[in-house]
DNA sequence: CGCAAACTTGATGTTGCTCAAGCTAGGTGG
DNA sequence: CCACCTAGCTTGAGCAACATCAAGTTTGCG
């Protein structure tokens, strides 16, 4: 059974599809489950780049810190994607697990070595960075040019993407409060405030803190784009 | 936000730069050079993205837009970098001269072929990719989690490492305040009076609006990473 | 010389932060 | 089984940083 969840887990990484099978068993070859629970470090700002990882299961969180402990979370990371692509070595920020987390672990070496060996393999990993820049930049426009009602309402769309949800569904919400906020440059309590204004103008649903109910996705998106009129 | 500039000795790009000759060559083969004064743009965000650029002399803004106007700016592009590396063939930024440019121009298909073909091409668009994603996530630390008076210092310190100076130096500030207060998130006054109250500090001089020049860099290099104690 | 664009400065306003309670739910031990 | 404890969440009151609105100033250019 062990075995079974093994092969069937590698089969499945994003990593592997679309190369080739002897490029994908190379992969294969050079890569070890890992597994982390919740709160723990993958690796910190300032460590070491000897991996590359790919998430197979669970969601974590990428960061950068001020000197005085201010955060700023880049990204939250779900199954499929990809970390420790660094460029220097040297990890820019730290990744931690917000749930249990198994990981697909490459050595950096191995992995080196396989960019240049395996067709098509470059390619992949660059049309992987390249969208990641793109969502890094969708994100600066959301930091420096949003209000709180628009940081929040992308927020919540982009956790119903993520989990494939696109009419009016219910949405899991994995990460704390602090979290949403330090990834949207705000305070849990305006985070807090924000979702029961929300709630109180009929757009969400608020079972429990951690499940979010989308009731009213078009006004959601409006105000995610900053289109919505006024109020809030 | 970009990688430092490359030199660009031999080859004069580049991206030619570290390939072997054949393949600097074929690089050449599919390029053309192009001209654009100040303010005209290169591309804006939805195009097609049939070109892949290299900045060879010159600055570009790079943006992104909500539909009331609001304008992030993404990047200040300098001589060296590039830009059009678009995941989905379409553009996700707009970009606009700041200052006369020349620009090297790369058509996408011819471009996509040379990855494949050139050993080693892919891999050094890989790093350059990579360099962005981390500075992007820089900017979205100083966008989320930084005071105006942090952000401003950040801005000129990064300008005067993109112009190679690190001592007391003259830097050339060659876009307006508007464009940054756009990457900083601020508004031009915030810019503006920001910069006042550091001239008045003594930590820069202001000749004329566009030339400043850093007079206390250990102070204003505190000052960005959050470490100052107080006032301002 | 006059105009326009960019910049600076001042007065006022608003958004989101800070500080301060209370609330809720899940986990632990009696 | 229940009472307690704690971490996370919500809500409220006051405040500060930055935005907005409104003049003025400077500079480059026709």
Redesign the pocket.
């Known amino acids: 059974m062990q075995a079974q969840a093994f092969s069937t887990t590698t089969a499945e990484l994003a990593l592997a599809g679309g190369l080739s099978p002897q490029g994908a068993s190379h992969l294969m070859a050079i890569s070890t489950l890992q597994h982390k629970a919740p709160g723990e470090t993958l690796f910190a700002e300032g460590d070491e780049a000897d991996s590359v990882y790919e998430v197979v299961r669970g969601m974590l969180r990428l960061y950068k810190l001020l000197p005085d402990g201010r955060r700023q979370i880049t990204g939250f990371l779900a199954a499929g994607h990809f970390l420790g692509l660094a460029p220097e070595g040297v990890c820019v920020y730290t990744a931690e697990a917000i749930t249990e987390v198994t990981l697909c672990r490459y050595k950096r070496k191995a992995f080196d070595h396989l960019i240049d060996e395996v067709p098509g393999f470059a390619k992949r990993l660059l049309a992987v960075a390249s969208h990641e820049l793109s969502a890094a930049q969708s994100q600066m426009l959301l930091l420096g040019r949003k209000?709180?009602?628009e940081k929040v309402a992308s927020f919540l769309l982009m956790m119903a993407d993520q989990q494939g949800k696109d009419g009016e569904a219910m949405i899991d919400i994995p990460m704390?409060?602090?979290d949403i906020?330090d990834y949207l440059?705000?305070?849990?309590?305006?985070?807090?405030?924000t979702?029961?204004k929300l709630r109180q103008d009929g757009l969400i649903a608020?079972p429990?803190?951690?499940r979010i109910k989308i009731r009213d996705r078009d006004q959601l998106e409006e105000l995610a784009e900053g289109e919505a009129e006024a109020a809030l």
Chains 1, 2 share one sequence.
């Open positions: 209000a709180a009602p704390t409060r602090s906020g440059g705000l305070t849990i309590e305006t985070v807090s405030r979702l029961t608020l429990t803190p951690d």
